[in-house]
């Protein structure tokens, strides 16, 4: 099965970002536009623009919880994706964050549903502008396709930094998807991107055959509730 699926990643990074440790449990939110909804280098809305909202709530422990919306339209009367995951994050040393957690995958108005749900755990390290991440296929609702835990992998490796002294960002990803629940033992998608006051602009492709190189600009916002 080919997961033609978030984020911009405005998911699953915005979604799964590792959680520092704070002072205080707070609940926040967060609204984001795309141009082009992006997941792993594969578009989740044929090209089209994707609005999306999501609610988080942190503890000063490290644990986190939440829920993230997007229109989605890669399968069959699909109109949106709904996500839950809930995770625990902190400080290793002054130079290293961890990050781990469970998120599970939701369409529930996809003409098959039973099809298109799964989930994963996932788990990364911080170390400097240096993120190293991977996610493990926990569970798949479709029936018959023999998918089971750990069927997929999906490595990842990012770098960002300033650029300049006003806020500007710069990140650079590369990502591998393996296993045989994505229906190719193997895929690669890699991008950069540029970032200031919530605005990015971004590039992001994959090795599957026939595909493109995808721009997308996108905006996001985030207040505490």
């Known amino acids: ?17 590792t959680t520092s440790t704070t002072a205080y449990a707070e ?33 000063e422990s490290g644990f986190y919880a939440g829920t993230w919306v997007s229109n989605a339209s890669w399968a069959d009367e699909m109109t949106y994706e709904l996500d839950f995951y809930a995770g625990f994050g902190g400080d290793i040393n002054e130079n290293i964050s961890y990050d781990v957690g469970y998120i599970y995958y939701a369409y529930p108005d996809a003409a098959s549903s039973a099809d298109a ?17 991977a996610s493990i296929l926990a569970t798949s609702a ?57 605005f990015t602009l971004g590039l992001s492709d994959n090795d599957i055959d026939g595909s493109d190189l995808k721009a997308y600009v996108a905006y996001s916002v985030d207040f505490n509730l």
Do not use: C, P
Request: zero cysteines; hydrophobic letters at 40%; charged letters at 15%.
């Open 1 to 17: 099965m080919i997961r033609l699926k978030t984020v911009i990643a405005i998911s699953a990074l915005a979604l799964m970002g």
């Open 142 to 198: 479709a029936s018959g396709d023999g998918s089971d835990f750990g069927d997929s992998l999906y490595l990842t490796a990012d770098y960002g930094f300033a650029i300049g002294s006003n806020g500007t960002e710069m990140a650079l990803h590369v990502g591998h998807y393996s296993g045989d629940f994505i229906g190719d033992d193997n895929i690669i998608d890699y991008g950069i991107s540029i970032s200031k006051d919530g």
């Open 117 to 133: 749900d799964f989930s994963e755990i996932y788990g990364s390290l911080s170390m400097g502008g240096f993120s190293f991440g």
């Open 27 to 59: 609940v926040t939110a967060n609204v984001a536009a795309t141009s082009n909804y992006l997941w792993r280098g594969q578009e989740q809305t044929n090209g089209d623009a994707a609005i999306s909202g999501g609610i988080d709530y942190v503890n």
